[in-house]
C-alpha cells in the first residue's frame, strides 16, 4: 500500500489508465480499436483537466477564439478566463437537434482568421510547449448540460473535419455518456466520440483535435475527485507533464487506486447497470409524468432530444415557459427568482448560460425563441417524491406569476437570484 502514499506519475496512477482503457474500449467499442492505457492520463475531474488542457494547449497571444456551444456550461466560462482568454468567449448556437450550428461555426471562424496575429505564439513557446492550437471549442456531446440534447454522429463527423482545417481542439464533456437508457431496455450504448472519430478518420495528426473529457464525478460521486482524457499518446503524454502535475504528481493519485480497483472488480459497471440507471430511469419517468400533468396544459414545452427516440440520459431535462411569458418579457429567470423567494424552490434558468462575455450570446438568449426563456430540471438529486412536489410547486408558481402579469404587475422588479 505505501506506493499510494507517495507521488505518482503525472499521467496518473498506470494500473488505472490499464483497466479505464479496457473499460472504456467495452463501453464505447470504438471502430478505430481497442482503446489503450497510452491513450489515458489520470486527471483530478473534468474540470480540473478542463483547466490544465488551456495550460498546456493554449496562449492568449495566439488562440484566436474560444467556442463554447450555447446554451453552456457556465462554470466553464471562469476557466477559460482564468487562464488567460478573458473577451475572447464566444457562443455558437446549438441550431436544433444539430446540436451545433456549423455555419455560424465557419462564419466566425472566417472573421477571425482575417483579423491579425502573430505566426507563432509569444508566451508558451519552447520543448515544453509541443503544440498550441489556434481554437478551443468546448462542448458536451451527449446528454448536454443545460440543454440534455444529444449531438448526431454525421454532425460530430462534420465538426471534427472543420477541427482539423482551422486547428481547434475539440474539447468534449463527455461526463453523461454512461448514463442511458431506452423505453424497452435499461442501457443503450453511447455514440461515437468526437475522439472516436478523430482516430478513425484518416489524415489524423500527432496530437489529434478532439479530446474526450471524463470524470467519476457523476457515476461513483463528486467527492472521489478522479477524471481522465482520451487523446493521442502524444496529448496526453504532454498532458501529464504540465506543471503543476510535474511538482505535486498525479492529481488524483491516492483515489485513482480506489477506482482503479472498482473497476477492475466490476463494482462500478454493476453500481451503474445495477443502481444508477434504474434509478434515474426511474425519477426521469416521474419528472416527465409529472411535467405532462402539470406543465405542458400551462404551456411549457419540453425541448430536450436523445441520441434517438425513445431514448434518454444524463441527468436533466430542459422545458420552455409558456409563450404568454416571453409576449410580456418575462425571461425564465424572472419566474425562478420567484420560485426560489417564494416557493423555496431553486431552478436553473437560462441566463445562467450565456457565454461570457459575448454580447450576441446574450441577443441571442433573449430572442422570443432564445434560450432565455428556459429552464434545466433534474432528476439526479432528488427522490421521486420530491420530485413531484417539485413540479407542483413551479406550476402553482407559474399560475401565480401569470395572474399578476395579467393584472400588469412587474414582476421582475425586486427580484434578485445570483449566477455563481
Not at 400551462?298 to 425513445?310: D, H, L, N, S
Request: net charge negative.
Amino acid at each position: 500500500m505505501a506506493p499510494i502514499l507517495l507521488y505518482g506519475p503525472g499521467k496518473g496512477h498506470p494500473p488505472l489508465c490499464e483497466s479505464l482503457a479496457e473499460w472504456l474500449t467495452g463501453v464505447y467499442k470504438p471502430s478505430a480499436g481497442a482503446v489503450e492505457a497510452s491513450r489515458i492520463c489520470i486527471t483530478n475531474g473534468a474540470s480540473g483537466s478542463l483547466a490544465n488542457m488551456m495550460l498546456e494547449f493554449s496562449d492568449p497571444t495566439y488562440t484566436r477564439r474560444i467556442f463554447m456551444v450555447e446554451p453552456t456550461y457556465f462554470l466553464a466560462c471562469p476557466i477559460f478566463e482564468d487562464t488567460g482568454f478573458q473577451g475572447k468567449l464566444q457562443g455558437i448556437p446549438e441550431n436544433g437537434a444539430d446540436c451545433i450550428d456549423i455555419d455560424f461555426l465557419r462564419e466566425q471562424l472566417k472573421k477571425a482568421e482575417a483579423e491579425t496575429w502573430p505566426e507563432k505564439p509569444l508566451q508558451k513557446t519552447g520543448s515544453p510547449y509541443q503544440h498550441i492550437y489556434r481554437y478551443v471549442l468546448y462542448c458536451t456531446t451527449t446528454y448536454s448540460n443545460p440543454s440534455a440534447k444529444t449531438m448526431p454522429v454525421h454532425i460530430r463527423e462534420s465538426l471534427v473535419k472543420v477541427a482539423r482545417e482551422f486547428d481547434i481542439l475539440l474539447i468534449s464533456d463527455d461526463v453523461y455518456d454512461f448514463l442511458g437508457w431506452s423505453n424497452d431496455c435499461l442501457a443503450v450504448d453511447p455514440p461515437l466520440r468526437l475522439v472516436d472519430i478523430d482516430r478513425a478518420l484518416p489524415g489524423a495528426t500527432s496530437f489529434g483535435n478532439a479530446v474526450s473529457n471524463g470524470s467519476f464525478a457523476k457515476i461513483v460521486g463528486p467527492g472521489i475527485r478522479v477524471g481522465w482524457v482520451e487523446a493521442t499518446p502524444a496529448f496526453v503524454s504532454s498532458l501529464g507533464l504540465v506543471g503543476s502535475s510535474s511538482s505535486g504528481g498525479a492529481p488524483s493519485h491516492f483515489a485513482s487506486t480506489l477506482v482503479d480497483r472498482m473497476l477492475r472488480s466490476n463494482d462500478l459497471q454493476q453500481l451503474i447497470s445495477a443502481v444508477l440507471i434504474p434509478e434515474y430511469r426511474k425519477r426521469f419517468s416521474t419528472l416527465m409524468t409529472t411535467i405532462e400533468q402539470q406543465l405542458l396544459p400551462m404551456g411549457y414545452a419540453v425541448e430536450a432530444t436523445g441520441p434517438r427516440p425513445g431514448t434518454a440520459g444524463g441527468y436533466f431535462t430542459y422545458i420552455r415557459i409558456p409563450a404568454f411569458f416571453a409576449e410580456h418579457g418575462v425571461f425564465a429567470k424572472t419566474l425562478a427568482g420567484i420560485a426560489l423567494r417564494d416557493y423555496s424552490l431553486r431552478i436553473a434558468f437560462g441566463h445562467m448560460f450565456v457565454v461570457t462575455g459575448d454580447d450576441g450570446s446574450r441577443e441571442r438568449a433573449e430572442t422570443p425563441d432564445g434560450f432565455a426563456y428556459c429552464l434545466r430540471l433534474s432528476w439526479a438529486w432528488l427522490e421521486a417524491e420530491q420530485i413531484e412536489e417539485a413540479i407542483g410547486r413551479l406550476a402553482e408558481c407559474t399560475a401565480h406569476t401569470r395572474r399578476r402579469v395579467e393584472q400588469g404587475e412587474d414582476v421582475a422588479k425586486g427580484v434578485e437570484i445570483g449566477i455563481r
